[in-house]
């Protein structure tokens, strides 16, 4: 669970015109099984996407200053990763799946599952 702390006009004037490069400062905490991983901490936020940033739904890019050290595997587990390191993080996305399919879309992971079949070397 995330609560993410915005100025409210900052937030709707970002969201409103997210063609722009339009990026607030907001306030993070983040909670896993009750306990909290992040506590105040000063993230970036910034609308994200192309084609799926038209959508009323939007995916929300979390930048943070510092890198986050994630070597107690808190944040983000990398069982699902084996391929990457992931004991420091530096952004990560909230995605609402809402939109998935709205047009046809494809989920971001059948591309990722293709690029690791195909043994290309991306992140």
Partial sequence: MANLILDQAEFDEMYANYTEDIEIVGMLNLYKNGVTLIENEVVE?????TFSAAFELKSLGIKFDDTYHNEDRKLINPQALPFHSLDRVKAFRFRNSGNDFKNTMIKDMSYT???????????
Wanted: charged fraction near 30%; glycine fraction near 12%.
């Fill in 45 to 49: 936020v910034k609308v994200k996407g």
């Fill in 113 to 123: 599952k293709l690029a690791i079949d195909a043994g290309l070397n991306l992140d």
